[in-house]
Nanobody, 121 residues
Framework: QVQLLESGPGLVKPSQTLSVTCTVS??????????WSWIRQPPGKEEEWMGA???????YYSPSLKSRTSISRDTSKSQITLQLRSVTPEDTAVYYC?????????????RGQGTLVTVSS
């Protein structure tokens, strides 16, 4: 059974860098065809796809967030990390990691419970 568990700082100050990690069990980050995405949902708003890292290590980003976003992985720890720079209160959201197959933008085959990150001074 594939499990994804997000962890994050809970609270980040404006202008700082937000970093959240997804720890994966039951699956390999390098299994062919799979993509590992980050999605967020601000309070009262729709979900937003942020970006993904493929089994190959290639990364893909939402154009609106590309300048502030980095996604990386540590295969030895089976972890995927999202970094979002220069955050503002508008970046307050529940951050989810998600596994898809065939494309980064398809429906999640597995998904974590999410971690709430609040941006506030």
């Amino acid at each position: 059974q594939v499990q994804l568990l997000e962890s994050g700082p809970g609270l980040v100050k404006p202008s700082q860098t937000l970093s959240v990690t997804c720890t994966v069990s039951g699956a390999s980050l390098t299994a062919a065809g799979y993509f590992w995405s980050w999605i967020r949902q601000p309070p009262g708003k729709e979900e937003e796809w942020m970006g993904a890292i493929a089994y190959s290590g290639d990364t893909y980003y939402s154009p609106s967030l590309k300048s502030r976003t980095s996604i990386s992985r540590d295969t030895s720890k089976s972890q995927i990390t999202l970094q979002l720079r220069s955050v503002t209160p508008e970046d307050t959201a529940v951050y989810y990691c998600c596994r898809t197959y065939g494309s980064a933008r398809r429906e999640c085959t597995s998904r974590g419970q999410g971690t709430l990150v609040t941006v506030s001074s």
